[in-house]
């Protein structure tokens, strides 16, 4: 069989005494959307946070490609995350937010900016391109934090509940929006939730956390 892209090998996550995550193993393919599901507390998070590089697990390995992962930092795993709080800088216009990746990773201007007018086009917040991100709605703002994740084109998508801060009738369209731009480019997409029906409607396979 082939190497899986990332093997998540008994990993936990103990804080003091407390197991914040208790011994997980799965793995992830290339291209896959994955749903991690779970009750509140059970350790999703925490699980994405060692993805991302942003916490390191008390034991257990963590791979990618076959290759330990466990001491890289965020910065060399490609895999930026976005989160439900967006975590977007409110004193910054739509373009600067989608452009700030791409100016940490020193793109000259010119190119930072055609890549966050692709983004933002495909992402429908074109038309906000000046405006502070403080002067938008719940559902513009994700689309923000998901320009500017995918500008910088990388090989996976980790996403802490992306959807939870909008409100019923916005969560069903982004479900569908997530599914079609997962579909489009093709790179893994490693989705936090803690609502059923969430994970089934989008992924391809649902990774189920309790205790
Ligand atoms: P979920 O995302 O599934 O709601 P978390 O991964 O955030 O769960 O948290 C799992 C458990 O670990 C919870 O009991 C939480 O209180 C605890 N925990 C998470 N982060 C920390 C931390 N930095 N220090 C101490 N306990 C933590
Ligand atoms: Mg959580």
Redesign the pocket.
């Given at each position: 069989m082939a190497t899986p892209m990332i093997e998540i090998d008994r990993v936990a996550k103990h804080y003091g005494n407390h197991a914040a995550v208790a011994e997980v193993s799965f793995t992830i393919d290339k291209g896959e959307f994955i749903a991690l599901m779970g009750p509140?507390g059970c350790g999703?998070?925490t699980t994405l946070r060692m993805i991302a590089g942003l916490d390191q697990p008390s034991s257990g390995e963590i791979r990618l490609w076959g290759r330990r992962l466990n001491e890289d930092a965020p910065w060399e795993r490609d895999a930026p995350l976005v989160w439900q709080s967006y975590a977007l800088f409110p004193f910054l216009s739509v373009r600067k937010n989608v452009e700030f990746g791409l100016k940490q990773r020193r793109l000259p201007a010119p190119e930072r900016r055609k890549k966050a007018d692709e983004w933002m086009e495909r992402l429908g917040i074109a038309g906000f391109a000046e405006r502070g991100v403080d002067q938008l709605s719940g559902g513009q703002r994700q689309r923000v934090a998901l320009a500017r994740a995918l500008a910088l084109e990388p090989e996976m998508l980790l996403l802490?509940?992306p959807l939870s801060a909008l409100d019923p009738h916005l969560r069903v369209r982004m479900q569908s929006e997530l599914v079609r731009l997962h579909r489009e480019l093709g790179i893994t997409f490693i989705c936090?939730t803690?609502s059923h029906s969430e994970a089934f409607a989008m992924a391809d396979r649902v990774v189920i956390m309790n205790e």
């Open positions: 509140s999703k998070t802490d509940e936090v803690h």
